[in-house]
């Protein structure tokens, strides 16, 4: 006895239709149509065996989206459907792929959803944790515990963008329900389901460059003045510092304006960023005032090894690899005791590189 | 359905910045008097920009967890939450009085959003002041014999700012429970880094009326009024200073009746809140005994 057969029946008296399947009622008896067949004149009990013969993924499948989901938001049904691939695979497929787990990725958290008796279980982890015992990982139950999981990366630092390509891995949300999944998702990626429903139904609504600089008011509103002429080379600019895949896992939609799309990609994330965040509107405020300033000539004296490692830091930095330089590692650039070196070297007393000084006195 | 969302600044370089914000949602999340409980920053995610669009209730209370009407509560999350038709006006407020307005948003023209007014100028931030005065002197009948500063950050581009210091502190010293009831400012006058030269009591707490514990109330704070010549080594509460106990009380905001306030904005927007103002009082003054 399947809670999910006695769910369909109750509920058929009122007709069903499910994913190819469907159910009426009409004078006393019920009609059952499949992709394949259709049943007529059933009584309850031989819709009840008919049910738990030729249509029980049907059923489970039906009793699953109306009962167990329920009545939710468009996006969240949107976003669980699209977890198992609802919309990519007929029942029996899906099914025979939900026996066995079906697992996708949604910025750096992997979602894995399997059959479970009357319902789904899903499993949330850290898409480099995929292949780590589950008994190996620290298992938590409350969506609300993803936040302080989110707030630190690896090395215990702050991580000021939720969407930040540094999610710290270790942990695991097992066994949780539907609901409990979103909510998850949700906490790690806040607000990334309803903007990825609205993008898949045409109507995301992107804020571009200057429709959000123009917005803004108070200490940001500088921004605007850094918007000469008609180039955006320094959108280009601010782009590839900061919404490139590797640094941040939504695939950026914003562009110039309604007209002029940036140079530079958007990345490959699965959900999208719809306009400049406040860690962009901050950066581009001290980029704003850094690039009011007019060029100098300074004349400095670099062997060609010093000059392409001061090359070789600024790369290291900018990409985050400083923690895997070894330490005795002096093959490397941006190595600390290289650095030191070159610092011992070339800086005069007041930190000035070649001893030449940056103002112009 | 209704929904709860809390709006706060958030910061890029301090988590600790949103964990009031976190708790108190939490607190309130879990009497149950809304459907969903929400939270949205300026500088963290979901953006205000953002939040409603996470709510699924068509009911939307929108509290700002900040201290006093202005530039935040009037231009930036009217602005972000894209409430059509927005005027401050509306608010017919004296720069204390805001209360509430109920308008719609731009990207979620289908939810009913009632705008609250900071928690900061509500009438029961003054119980929360003084419950930060009992918490940390472990006295929940502390008064007597006891002086009590009220500290605000106080600037000159914001008149309001200075308002509701002198709202609660005026409140305060009404109910006469306090020997003395001050209220001080760390960038205009009278400071707080003369406190004791405006207090007659040997005892005085010190409770700083901002929402996070951070740079200011964390840093500066303690290190104006001498509690400590450098933060990192810490202090003492209380600490002696020129012959005076300072009982020093960090940010008012991390008081778990805060969530009261928060509750209170939203009742008087007309959110059915049910008991859950009692459940919030016994809930927050149980947690802090413990």
Request: aromatic letters at 10%.
């Amino acid at each position: 006895m399947s809670n999910h057969i006695d769910a369909v029946v109750d509920a058929a008296r009122d007709g069903i239709e499910h994913d190819g399947f469907a159910v009426t009622f009409e004078d006393g008896t019920y009609r059952l149509d499949t992709p394949e067949m259709t049943f007529e004149n059933l009584s309850e009990d031989e819709l009840y065996d008919l049910f738990t013969q030729w249509a029980d993924e049907a059923g489970h499948d039906w009793h699953f989206w109306s009962d167990v989901v329920g009545d939710v938001s468009q996006h969240r049904r949107a976003f669980l459907q699209w977890v198992e691939g609802f919309d990519e695979r007929p029942l029996n497929e899906r099914y025979e792929a939900l026996r066995n787990g079906v697992s996708t990725e949604w910025g750096q958290l992997r979602i894995t959803v399997e059959l479970d008796d009357d319902t789904r279980v899903y499993d949330v982890r850290h898409v480099d944790d995929a292949d780590v015992d589950t008994d190996e990982l620290d298992p938590y139950h409350d969506p609300l515990a993803a936040r302080q999981l989110s707030t630190y990366d690896e090395n215990g630092r702050y991580r000021p963008l939720k969407s930040g390509n540094n999610l710290a891995g270790g942990w695991v949300f097992p066994d949780i329900d539907a609901h409990t999944l979103v909510e998850t998702v949700e906490t790690f990626y806040p607000a990334s389901v309803p903007n990825w429903y609205r993008e898949r139904e045409g109507t995301l609504d992107v804020e571009h460059w200057e429709d959000t600089i123009g917005r803004q008011t108070g200490m940001y509103s500088v921004i605007e003045t850094w918007n000469r002429g008609d180039g955006h080379e320094h959108v280009d600019w601010v782009a590839e510092a900061c919404c490139d895949d590797s640094q941040c896992v939504k695939r950026r939609e914003w562009q110039c304006d309604d007209e002029t799309d940036l140079d530079v990609d958007g990345g490959d994330g699965v959900f999208p960023c719809r306009e400049p965040c406040s860690l962009v509107i901050a950066a581009s405020r001290k980029w704003t005032r850094l690039e009011g300033e007019e060029t100098q000539t300074y004349e400095f004296e670099l062997t060609p090894s010093e000059k392409a490692q001061v090359e070789e830091i600024i790369e290291a930095v900018a990409d985050g690899r400083i923690d895997d330089i070894r330490e005795a590692d002096v093959y490397e650039g941006a190595n600390r005791y290289r650095t030191r070196f070159l610092r011992a070297k070339l800086f005069d007393e007041d930190g000035n590189l070649c001893g030449v000084p940056t103002d112009d006195e | 359905m209704q929904a709860l969302v809390i709006v706060a600044h958030g910061s890029h370089l301090n988590p600790d910045s949103s964990t009031p914000t976190y708790d108190h949602a939490d607190t309130i999340r879990e009497v149950g008097a809304f459907d969903e409980v929400r939270t949205g920053f300026w500088k963290e995610e979901p953006s205000i920009r953002e939040v409603l669009r996470t709510v699924e209730a068509d009911e939307v209370y929108v509290v700002p967890l900040f201290i006093s009407e202005g530039y935040f509560t009037e231009q930036v999350i009217p602005r972000e939450l894209r409430l059509d038709g927005w005027d401050v006006a509306d608010w017919d407020s004296d720069g204390l009085s805001a209360s509430h307005v109920t308008l719609t948003a731009e990207d979620v023209p289908e939810k009913t959003v009632h705008y609250c007014g900071p928690v900061g100028t509500h009438e029961a931030m003054t119980d929360v002041i003084v419950r930060r005065a009992e918490s940390v002197t472990g006295d929940p009948n502390v008064g007597d014999g006891f002086g009590l500063a009220v500290v605000g950050h106080g600037t000159e581009r914001n008149e309001n700012s200075a308002k509701a210091i002198e709202y609660h502190a005026d409140r305060i010293r009404q109910m006469g429970r306090f020997d003395e009831v001050q209220a001080l400012y760390m960038d205009e006058d009278p400071e707080v880094d003369d406190v004791t030269d405006y207090f007659d009591s040997e005892d005085i707490v010190v409770v700083p009326l901002f929402v996070a514990d951070g740079f200011h109330t964390q840093e500066d704070i303690p290190e104006d009024m001498g509690l400590t010549d450098d933060y990192r080594t810490g202090y003492d509460v209380p600490a002696v200073v020129d012959g005076h106990r300072i009982w020093y009380a960090g940010a008012v905001g991390t008081e778990g009746l805060m969530a009261d306030v928060v509750l209170e904005r939203a009742a008087d927007a007309g959110a059915d809140i049910g008991d859950a103002l009692e459940v919030v009082r016994e809930k927050t003054r149980a947690t802090e005994e413990v």
